[in-house]
């Protein structure tokens, strides 16, 4: 969000930054501005990896959230120990997530394989964990 570059807003007068009208549309609803609030700690807590800061926020007793955001928190609590681990520790499951992908985008442009060996043979091919033989 941009609160030092101002622009020309259609809804408002004058020039405003992102910043500005954020803190209007806030201004006009409490139980909007405590929920906004509530996302934004969630936000900052985990794009920052702060286990710790979650954890509190998520036990506090919060008033005034929406039913949507109580809800919310109460799915937090319910996985917090996944959650935490996953903001406490460096390791992802990205790289087999990709292989996974890498397969089913094989499986989807052949139509499938009569021969499973041949599929399993493209997939190797795919990782270069097999040699192509050409013809020479």
Known sequence: MNGTEYRDHRLFKGTVTERGIIDYILSLDESLRL???AYQTIVFTVTHRKPNLF??????K?????????????TFRQS???IVNALS???SNGLVEGINNK????????HGYRN???FRNRIFIEYKLLETKTAA
């Open 35 to 37: 929920n906004y609030n």
């Open 55 to 60: 954890r509190s926020f998520i036990h506090e």
């Open 116 to 118: 499973f060996s041949n």
């Open 62 to 74: 919060q008033r005034g959230l929406s039913a949507k955001m109580d809800q919310a928190l109460k």
């Open 89 to 91: 520790y460096d390791y």
């Open 103 to 110: 397969i089913k985008i094989i499986k989807r442009t052949a």
């Open 80 to 82: 917090e120990i996944a």
